[in-house]
């Protein structure tokens, strides 16, 4: 059985900076894309973030490139999104996502939720004006 556990979300300030990270248990974390997807109250979850196994490729949503970072430790298990200069509209519960399959890496597959299999339980992070 995997295990997702989102931490470090938390109220900031528009224009300020949260780490996000993401502690998998369970399988060979190594061998599979990670994702993080955001859900504001009333809209749809949508993709914000995947890295490839390796960590060595990566892919952002246009809303959030430039701002944010995904990165991910193999050694420790964990995956991290360092968000900066954040905005209002990043407000969200942001949840972190494993791929359904190993060593597998294509962009339009990893923005589709449909293709995760294993989700966290999800961090609030709150952006005030």
């Known amino acids: 059985q995997v295990q997702l556990v989102e931490s470090g979300g938390g109220l900031v300030q528009a224009g300020g900076s949260l780490r996000l990270s993401c502690a998998a248990s369970?399988?060979?974390?190594?061998?599979?894309?990670m994702g993080w997807f955001r859900q504001a109250p009333g809209k749809e979850r949508e993709f914000v973030a995947a890295?490839?196994?390796?960590?060595?490729?990566?892919y952002y949503a246009d809303s959030v490139k430039g701002r944010f970072t995904i990165s991910r430790d193999n050694a420790k298990n964990t995956m991290f999104l360092q968000m900066s200069s954040l905005k209002p509209e990043d407000t969200a519960v942001y949840y972190c996502?494993?791929?359904?399959?190993?060593?597998?890496?294509?962009?339009?597959?990893?923005?589709?939720?449909?293709?995760?299999?294993?989700w966290g339980q999800g961090t609030q992070v709150t952006v005030s004006s």
């Open positions: 369970g399988r060979t974390f190594s061998s599979y894309a």
């Open positions: 890295v490839s196994w390796s960590g060595s490729s990566t």
């Open positions: 996502a494993a791929d359904k399959f190993a060593l597998r890496w294509k962009e339009v597959m990893v923005v589709d939720g449909i293709n995760y299999g294993y």
